[in-house]
């Protein structure tokens, strides 16, 4: 028979994809890395017993942050494409 408490800590993980992944993120501390999987480890079994409205708001907060990258490192390559093309439009000047 399956454990009940750990159908309960997979469905929640399945659910909020966004907070699983923000364990996952290195992060740079001045802890030991023992540490932090130490407390990774207390999260990835405890985060379930959150109330459910919390563990949303979290979720809601985790999926924004990732869109508020991907939408700076899209505006980083961009820069990059400007950047590179003056500085090719510059040497293609020069050569003549």
Do not use: G
């Amino acid at each position: 028979m399956k454990d009940v408490k750990a159908d309960k800590v997979e469905d929640f993980w399945s659910i909020h994809p966004y907070l699983k992944q923000s364990l996952a993120m290195k992060m740079e501390t001045p802890f030991d890395l023992s540490v932090k999987e130490l407390v990774k480890s207390f999260m990835m079994r405890n985060m379930s017993v959150i109330e459910n409205v919390k563990a949303k708001e979290l979720e809601k907060k985790w999926k924004n942050l990732c869109l508020d990258e991907a939408a700076l490192y899209l505006r980083q390559v961009e820069l990059i494409k400007e950047q590179t093309k003056l500085a090719l439009d510059a040497m293609k000047a020069s050569k003549d």
